[in-house]
């Protein structure tokens, strides 16, 4: 089961435009992961925020995270084509060690 | 550094034929897990070592699948036999350690199509 749902499940936009990306989840967790998934290509941590925090930065990576609404989202600024892959949210949830659920994924393509 | 290796990268066999997956994590990583993907979804755990223990195997489907890690290093999944609804890639994956929460190093997978 999938705990994780990720919206929209499908994004375009254009080249220096940014994109957001949002995540709801069901059980309380010890941290929220993202991951970026190139076609043909494997999973790629690109972020993790613990539960404690509300939010975080890398790069042009924006994440922030609302335990009360059991929710996460991930901003990308000013996308590039080369941001074009599958972004999955993935949930630890507390006192289960380090095991992740992740969602369906938001395929986002950036248009040149 | 090298990162989490796996083989084969692509299998092809027929329905009720045994498979089965490598995977050498990173090296100093005892957590390691395997994942099933089917085709436009996330990734599913079907099971997680620590060391040389499965922690967690409950999405295992036992009566067609197994897994060992003997060593607590490399690891193997075997299907037997496979069925057609078996068609997905397998990711392994390495943790640093039991009582960590961090990120999970992926390889790149093995596509299994089943005729």
């Known amino acids: 089961s999938q705990q994780g749902e990720e919206d929209p499940q499908a994004l375009s936009i254009q080249e220096g435009e940014n994109a957001t990306m949002n995540c709801s989840y069901k059980t309380s967790i010890n941290n929220l992961q993202w991951y970026r998934q190139n076609s043909g290509r494997g999973l790629v941590h690109l972020i993790l925020?613990?539960?404690?925090?509300r939010e975080k930065h890398s790069g042009r990576l924006r994440v922030t995270l609302d335990t009360s609404k059991k929710s996460s989202s991930l901003l990308i600024t000013a996308s590039r084509a080369a941001d074009t892959a599958s972004y999955f949210c993935a949930t630890g949830p507390n006192n289960a060690g380090n095991m992740l659920t992740f969602g369906g994924g938001t395929r986002l393509m950036v248009k040149p | 550094e090298a990162g989490v290796v796996q083989s084969p990268r692509y299998k092809i066999i027929e329905k009720k034929q045994p498979v089965a997956f490598w995977c050498n994590p990173i090296s100093g990583h005892n957590t390691l897990y395997w994942y099933l993907q089917n085709l436009g979804q996330g990734p599913e755990l079907l099971i997680r070592?620590?060391?040389?223990?499965?922690?967690?195997d409950s999405q295992l489907p036992k009566d067609r699948f197994s897994a060992e890690r003997l060593k607590g290093v490399d690891s193997t999944l075997k299907i037997q036999p496979a069925e057609l609804g078996d068609s997905a890639v397998y990711l392994c994956?390495?943790?640093?350690?039991?009582?960590?929460?961090?990120?999970?190093?992926f390889g790149p997978g093995t596509r299994l199509t089943v005729l």
């Open positions: 925020i613990r539960s404690n925090e």
């Open positions: 070592y620590e060391n040389e223990e499965a922690v967690d």
């Open positions: 994956a390495s943790s640093v350690g039991r009582g960590t929460y961090g990120e999970q190093f």
